[in-house]
C-alpha cells in the first residue's frame, strides 16, 4: 500500500550513468512514479525528486558517480536525491555520507523506489540506506527504455554467476536471472503497437538468458524474430563463450535480427585470460568472429577490450595486439584496467603503471581508428536500409544502417520522417571516424 505523503512530490529528475541495462531500468522507475501521479519535470522546470542511477565499473565510474551527485545538490538545493545503482550497492554507506543525498536504494530496491519515498527523513540529517546483501538479490524487474520515437531498449537479463578476476559487477547485481520469453516477447509486442521499429536486447550477461525459467537465448530469438512490426533487433554484449554457433546461423537467416555484433574479447593474450578468469581462449574467440564473417561478410563486430591489467607484460600486450590486427573485427572500445576493491585481481603482479596504460591505449584506440575507416570503405557503394533519426542539424537526417553504420542524408533528399526506413547507398566519404554519408536509392 502507498503512504499518501509521498503526494507531496508532484515532479521528479532523472539522471542515468553507465550501461544501457541503467537507461532501462530509470525508465521503468519513471514510470512507476508516473502512475501514483510522480510526472517528469519539464525543462526549466525545479524537480521535487532527484533520482540517480550510478555505475562503478570503474574508479572513474564512481567518481563521475558522486561528481554528478554533488552538481545535482548544487543545482537543486532543495530537491529530494535518491541514489540507486551499482555504486549505491557496492559502497551505501559512502554514497549516504555525501551532502544532500536523502536516500541510498540498493540494486533490489530501486525498481521499487515507489514505495520508499515515505521513508525519507524529511529532517534531512541523515540518509536512509536499504540495501539487499548481494546474495539476496534474486528479483528480476522488467524494464524498456526508448532512444527517441526510433530504438528502444529491452532488458532481458539481469545478474551475473560468472566470478572474473578483476569484475564487481556480480556483486552489485547479484545472480543471473531473466524474464519469461512469454513476458518479453509481450513487451516487444507493445513496442511495435507503440511505433516502435529497433529494440536491443539488453542486460549483464545476455547470452546467459534462461537460468530462472529454464529456458534458453536461441528460443528467445527466435520468438523474438516474428514479432510483427518491429523492424529490427540487435543482441548487446554478448560473451564470446555463449554465442553458440546456432546463434550466430539463426541471425544469419533471420527475419529481424541485425548483422551487428559487440563481443567482450578483454585481451588478446591467453596468459592474461587466464588470469582474468576468463571462459574461452583467443582460439574460441577467433573461430567466433570468423564465423560471423563466414555466414554475415557485411557484419559489423564491435569488440571490448582492456589494457594494462594486473599481469599484462609487455609480450603479453604485443600478442593482445598481433591478435586483434589479425581479426575482421570493425572497431575496438578500449578500457584501461581499474583497481576494484575486494576483486581476486589486486593479488596479481606485474601492475602496470599509469603512463604504460595511457601508451597502450592510444597503441589500440589507432588499431580501432584503422579498423573502423577500413570497414566503412569496404562498405562504400552498398545498399543499406536507414532507419532514420533527428539530429542536431537541421539540413540532415541521421540514422543507423542494420550493419550498424552511422549515416546522414540531406535532408532535401528525404521524402520521409524520423522513424522510418528508407534504402540508401553508402557514400565513400567519411566524414569522422563514426559518421559517413549516405545517398538515397
Avoid at 87 to 114: F, H, N, R, S, W
Avoid at 127 to 153: D, M, Q
Wanted: net charge neutral.
Amino acid at each position: 500500500m502507498i503512504d499518501n505523503s509521498i503526494f507531496e512530490y508532484k515532479t521528479a529528475a532523472f539522471f542515468t550513468l553507465g550501461c544501457k541495462l541503467n537507461f532501462a531500468e530509470t525508465s521503468a522507475i519513471g514510470r512507476s512514479l508516473l502512475e501514483v501521479g510522480i510526472r517528469k519535470a519539464r525543462e526549466g522546470e525545479v524537480p521535487d525528486i532527484c533520482v540517480i542511477n550510478t555505475c562503478s565499473v570503474t574508479q572513474l565510474a564512481d567518481k563521475k558517480s558522486r561528481h554528478a551527485i554533488r552538481k545535482i545538490h548544487r543545482d537543486y538545493p532543495n530537491a529530494r536525491i535518491i541514489v540507486t545503482g551499482c555504486y549505491a550497492q557496492l559502497k551505501p554507506e559512502e554514497v549516504g555520507e555525501l551532502e544532500g543525498v536523502d536516500m541510498v536504494l540498493g540494486t533490489d530496491q530501486k525498481i521499487d523506489l515507489v514505495s520508499y519515498l515515505a521513508q525519507i527523513d524529511r529532517a534531512g540529517d541523515t540518509a536512509k540506506v536499504i540495501t539487499s546483501a548481494t546474495e539476496n538479490i534474486v528479483e528480476f524487474a522488467p524494464s524498456l527504455s526508448s532512444e527517441g520515437r526510433t530504438r528502444h531498449f529491452l532488458k532481458v537479463q539481469d545478474g551475473c554467476d560468472y566470478k572474473c578476476s578483476y569484475c564487481t559487477i556480480p556483486k552489485a547485481r547479484g545472480k543471473s536471472r531473466n524474464g519469461s520469453i512469454q513476458s518479453i516477447v509481450a513487451q516487444a509486442e507493445s513496442v511495435a503497437r507503440d511505433g516502435g521499429k529497433e529494440i536491443v536486447l539488453t542486460g549483464v550477461n545476455v547470452g546467459d538468458f534462461g537460468r530462472s525459467t529454464q529456458e534458453s537465448f536461441i528460443d528467445l530469438i527466435k520468438a523474438l524474430d516474428e514479432v510483427e512490426g518491429l523492424d529490427r533487433f540487435r543482441i548487446s554484449s554478448i560473451e564470446p563463450n555463449l554465442i553458440t554457433d546456432e546463434v550466430i546461423a539463426f541471425v544469419a537467416r533471420s527475419k529481424r535480427f541485425a548483422p551487428h555484433f559487440h563481443i567482450p574479447l578483454q585481451s588478446g593474450s591467453d596468459e592474461v585470460l587466464k588470469l582474468m578468469r576468463r571462459r574461452y581462449n583467443t582460439s574460441l574467440f577467433r573461430h567466433k568472429v570468423e564465423e560471423i564473417k563466414r555466414l554475415m561478410p557485411d557484419a559489423y563486430i564491435g569488440v571490448d577490450v582492456i589494457v594494462g591489467s594486473r599481469g599484462e607484460t609487455a609480450e603479453a600486450f604485443e600478442a593482445c595486439r598481433s591478435f586483434i590486427e589479425s581479426l575482421p573485427i570493425s572497431r575496438l572500445h578500449v578500457f584501461s584496467y581499474s583497481e576494484r576493491p575486494g576483486t581476486m585481481a589486486l593479488s596479481i603482479k606485474p601492475v602496470v603503471d599509469a603512463k604504460e596504460k595511457h601508451k597502450r591505449s592510444k597503441t589500440l584506440l589507432d588499431l580501432s581508428d584503422m579498423k573502423q575507416a577500413r570497414f566503412y570503405m569496404e562498405q562504400a557503394g552498398s545498399v543499406r536500409r536507414l532507419l532514420l533519426e533527428a539530429g542536431d542539424d537541421e539540413n540532415y537526417l541521421y540514422g543507423y544502417t542494420e550493419n550498424y553504420i552511422r549515416l546522414r542524408i540531406p535532408r532535401e533528399q528525404v521524402a520521409s520522417s524520423e522513424g522510418e526506413i528508407i534504402k540508401v547507398k553508402v557514400g565513400e566519404q567519411v566524414e569522422s571516424e563514426e559518421l559517413a554519408e549516405g545517398y538515397v536509392c
